[in-house]
């Protein structure tokens, strides 16, 4: 392995644990649902590929490498699908999204657990 995949793959691994820091975050401090949703929906999906990425570039071109890339793009697929599948869900049940007081719906309340 050269130094400058190793380097790639450590940057990547790096980025992506970041990206997936910042979700979590998200998911503490965001308002409502729909924001929790889309912070996780957003950076986890972005913070998974890059770990997998960066895995795949260091083990190199193997049978390992090639499932993780098969990984990746299943997280492509399946979590931003899986994220609008629960926000549309939520949006059926009622539960509202979430507006500053004097927005255009007044503060609109949430159903089960919101600010």
Do not use: C
């Amino acid at each position: 392995m050269s130094d400058l995949q190793y380097g790639v793959s450590i940057a990547m691994v790096a980025a992506g644990t970041f990206f997936m820091l910042v979700g979590s975050i998200g998911i503490i401090r965001l308002p409502d649902f729909f924001s929790r949703t889309h912070a996780t929906g957003k950076s986890d999906t972005l913070g998974i590929m890059l770990v997998l990425g960066g895995l795949a570039m260091y083990e190199g071109f193997t049978v390992n490498s090639a499932k993780l890339l098969i990984a990746i793009v299943l997280v492509a697929l399946a979590n931003p699908v899986g994220m609008h599948a629960l926000a549309k869900a939520a949006l059926r049940y009622g539960l509202k999204p979430w507006m500053p007081e004097g927005s255009g719906d007044n503060g609109a309340k949430q159903k089960g657990g919101g600010q």
